[in-house]
């Protein structure tokens, strides 16, 4: 085992949040239980507020940032796991108040740990992470909602070519339900279409403010993008649909009525991949395992070096990143 390895950790310099790439042992990683070997990591919105310290995501200092991980057990005092198990780790306060996994070796608190499906490798199930993961949480909740149907009517996919939005095309497509998909960028319908999508609209048809109550369109909806367009698709949806709302990659407002709620049974349903009980995430997991088509999989992420994190996390904050980005540690 490495005795010295790399990790990007947020340290305090002079009262600010600011990373930066540093040297760690194995002496100096928390005191739980199960001792991981990090093969990849990856890079989410708020990876990218923490990396660039544009978002005071770590509550204590100093923090390992990162907040998903996928490897290898090296060493486990719990009995749930044992060395050579393979395991991913998606949120659970990761990067914010408990070290993350942009570092070589991690230790972690045994129920943090999800098992990885024998589908995935480590490269694809950090192609996933916690958007991927968040997306599969999502299209469960409609599902448990009843809201959706196989050929039913369209369901909407906010902020698509972005990392929740695209796992939430390719799953919701994969079930059978015609998904439309709002993106600000034409020029990634092509690949949107590859992974399901049967319609576009423009993001910013979903920017004005409209009327509480519009026409009725949208079986059920994921959003990833808050604000005024999570108000419109509220406002756009069929009585007794729902929309399932994740994210403010645009706003964290939500100025919009109770209309939709009170008079067409619509349902906003919260969506937080963070604090998920097991069985949730297990059942997402799974979800992915059965209907995230491997091919499409691979269009969806890049792999970058571990010394491209701070640019990447300069390019998420400006929504220039398409899909999602493995973050290779090793
Ligand atoms: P990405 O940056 O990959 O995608 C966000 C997408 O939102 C962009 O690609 C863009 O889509 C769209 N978008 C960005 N800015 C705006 C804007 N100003 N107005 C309208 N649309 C915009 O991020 P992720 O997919 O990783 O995360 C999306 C959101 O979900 C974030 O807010 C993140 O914090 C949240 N999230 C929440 C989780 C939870 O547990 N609740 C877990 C994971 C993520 P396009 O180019 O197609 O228009």
């Not at 079930?175 to 279409?193: F, I, K, N, Q, W």
């Not at 349902?267 to 995430?281: F, K, N, T």
Request: proline share 5%; glycine share 12%; net charge neutral.
């Amino acid at each position: 085992m490495a005795e010295n390895f790399t990790a990007f950790v947020i340290e305090d310099v002079d009262g600010k949040p600011k990373g930066g790439f540093t040297t760690l042992t194995l002496a100096d990683l928390p005191d739980n239980d199960v001792l991981v070997e990090v093969a990849c990591s990856t890079l989410n919105y708020k990876d990218g507020l923490a990396v660039s310290g544009k978002g005071r995501i770590a509550r204590k200092l100093p923090m390992v940032a990162g907040i998903d991980l996928a490897g290898t057990v090296v060493e486990s005092r719990s009995p749930a796991w044992k060395p050579g198990d393979k395991v991913v780790a998606n949120g659970w306060g990761l990067s914010e108040t408990q070290w993350g996994g942009y570092t070589r070796f991690q230790r972690l608190k045994a129920e943090w740990l999800t098992r990885l499906p024998d589908a995935f490798s480590f490269e694809e199930a950090m192609g996933i992470g916690t958007a991927g993961y968040t997306a599969a949480l999502c299209v469960d909740a409609l599902e448990r909602w009843g809201a959706v149907q196989p050929g039913g009517k369209e369901v909407l996919v906010t902020g698509a070519a972005g990392g929740v939005g695209s796992v939430a095309v390719a799953l919701l497509a994969k079930r059978g339900y015609p998904v439309v998909a709002s993106t600000g960028r034409p020029e990634t319908h092509d690949y949107l279409r590859s992974l399901g999508a049967s319609g576009f609209i423009d993001r910013a048809a979903l920017l004005d403010k409209g009327a509480p109550l519009q026409k009725e369109r949208w079986a059920g909806g994921v959003d990833s993008v808050g604000g005024q367009t999570l108000v419109n698709a509220l406002s756009q949806t069929v009585w007794g649909g729902a929309i399932a709302a994740c994210g403010l990659a645009g706003s964290s407002d939500l100025p919009g009525s109770v209309l939709p709620h009170i008079l067409r049974n619509v349902a906003l349903l919260g969506v937080d991949s963070v604090m998920a009980p097991q069985d949730r995430r297990d059942a997402a997991w799974a979800r992915l395992a059965r209907d995230l088509d491997r091919n499409a999989l691979k269009t969806m992420y890049e792999v970058q070096p571990f010394d491209a994190l701070p640019e990447l996390a300069t390019r998420i904050l400006a929504g220039k990143i398409r899909g999602r980005v493995v973050v290779d540690v090793t």
